[in-house]
């Protein structure tokens, strides 16, 4: 029998009582990982995680994460151990250290089992772009739908029970987007209050650390592990850290918004229904519930000005990868040459072009109308976002108009559709806001979520709102099981 389908929580009790080793733990994930048919993994560290086993110690029962297994995202530097994000640039890297995320939870006991895929560099949003093609999503044993990205390998590994919880990275919304079509938990809290160092870079402006659970309480002790200062990282916060698991079941704030004008770019009928159905449920829970307007021109802007600024930001960030300092080098006569022909073979299409979008929209002739332009956009919609936050204690509306898409999808992209409801989550890493996506229902036997968003380090409140839905809804601990 598996007990990887359990929560952190469930699993602490299981190995308290002894019934089930540290050991067995790994010795499952890494049979489910080598089985896995999704293309989670970039590398299963199995030597790694056994070694890891051997050294841990008594059990310590004030450790939920004792011996838990668990998964990153190929983005995070984790000394020794291969880490490529995804892209054939960085072929054959290896990390002489490790990303604070990463050595905060091996210190913590917990145990890592593999790096998982994403879209090459942490850039899309459909778990294809990656050097080793489409990851699947667990939920579609067909194969035909996308998990979503770009933390695809991490959100697949977690719902396909091969892991408890797992490491994402969200700069747009590739924790909070694959999530709902996982049926998962995915959390991204405040930019500033997980230490991004050792994390590979994509816009350093939006660059959120993010994790895929199964539950709330499982989200709330890892942001209790995963918190606080690191003078690694110039960017994380002084703020103190909040009690997440103690303080999850106090009572908290109960006004939630819901943007009108997200809501009615949705077509999916079913999803309206569910959501207003879960609204209903809210309100007779003790609620306030109120649709609240935005400005559909503001809303429309949330993606083109995304990809303005993270372009410019990725390509700055991504000049590094040279062909010198690590990872893939082409022969060339020159620094020039060898530049050139490294990144013209280690990058795929769709990096290649946003570094030319990034490129242009920096280009002294054109930053006032591109980069300028948009981040002038940026502080537009934070504005009126935290003009809705002063009323509310939360935004909440459907994370996607969809479940998870077919990998043949073509959006109309410039629908209300595609530009609001299938972009909004991104209007939380413009503002650095708190935010978290849990399941609210199914519909063809694919999960959909909601996303929660709240103020800056009100993770607190969010969790509390999240775990109230996530009883209303009665969705927790979803996973496909597979073969056991
Ligand atoms: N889908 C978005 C993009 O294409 C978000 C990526 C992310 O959050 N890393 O860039």
Not at 92 to 117: E, M, N
Not at 439 to 459: A, H, M, R, V, W
């Amino acid at each position: 029998m598996g007990y990887l389908h359990l929560s952190i929580t469930e699993l602490h009790n299981l190995l308290k009582e002894g019934t089930v080793t540290p050991k067995q733990l790994v010795d499952e994930a890494i049979a489910k990982a080598k089985a896995d048919n999704n293309n989670c993994f970039e590398y299963i560290m199995e030597k790694e995680a056994y070694e890891f086993v051997d050294k841990l110690g008594d059990f310590d029962d004030s450790n939920p994460l004792w011996g838990i297994p668990f998964a990153i995202k190929d983005n995070y530097s984790t000394k020794d151990v291969p880490t490529c994000a995804s892209s054939n640039i960085l072929e054959g890297y290896v990390p002489v250290f490790s990303s604070t995320v990463y050595q905060r939870l091996i210190d913590r006991k917990a145990i890592p089992i593999g790096k998982t895929t994403l879209d090459e560099l942490a850039m899309g949003g459909t778990g294809t772009s990656g050097h080793k093609g489409k990851t699947y999503n667990p939920w579609d044993e067909t194969h035909k739908h996308q998990i979503g990205g770009s933390s695809c390998g991490s959100a697949s590994c977690v719902a396909a029970s091969i892991v408890p919880f797992s490491i994402g990275s969200d700069t747009g919304d590739s924790v909070r987007k694959p999530a709902s079509y996982g049926g998962l938990v995915g959390m991204k809290p405040t930019w500033g209050r997980i230490s991004r160092y050792g994390l590979l870079p994509f816009a350093a402006s939006l660059d959120h650390v993010g994790f895929f659970t199964r539950n709330v309480e499982d989200s709330a002790i890892l942001l209790d592990v995963l918190a606080g200062r690191d003078g690694k990282d110039f960017s994380s916060s002084f703020e103190p850290v909040d009690k997440y698991e103690e303080d999850l079941l106090k009572p908290r704030g109960k006004r939630i918004a819901v943007i009108k004008e997200i809501f009615d770019s949705i077509t999916n009928e079913e999803i309206k229904k569910t959501f207003i159905n879960t609204l209903n449920s809210l309100k007779n829970a003790g609620f306030t519930v109120d649709f609240v307007n935005f400005d559909v021109k503001l809303l429309r802007a949330v993606y083109p000005s995304y990809i303005v600024i993270s372009c410019a930001e990725a390509t700055s960030n991504n000049a590094n990868l040279d062909g010198i300092k690590f990872g893939l080098r082409e022969s060339g006569e020159t620094y020039q040459d060898v530049t050139k022909n490294t990144r013209t073979k280690g990058f795929s299409e769709l990096i290649k072009r946003r570094f030319v979008i990034g490129s242009f929209s920096l280009l002294r002739e054109n930053q006032d109308v591109l980069f300028r332009r948009a981040q002038k956009a940026r502080r537009l919609i934070v504005e009126e976002t935290n003009r809705i936050l002063k009323d509310y204690d939360a935004i909440y509306c459907p994370a996607s108009p969809t479940t998870a898409p077919l990998f043949e999808k073509h959006a109309d992209k410039l629908s209300n559709e595609y530009l609001i409801a299938d972009n909004w989550l991104t209007i939380a890493n413009f503002g650095g806001l708190p935010s978290i996506t849990l399941p609210i229902g199914f519909s063809d036997g694919l999960p959909f979520g909601g996303n929660l968003t709240s103020s800056p380090f009100k993770e607190k409140d969010l969790f509390a709102i999240a775990s109230c839905l996530e009883d209303i809804t009665g969705l927790k601990n979803l996973s496909k099981k597979g073969e056991e």
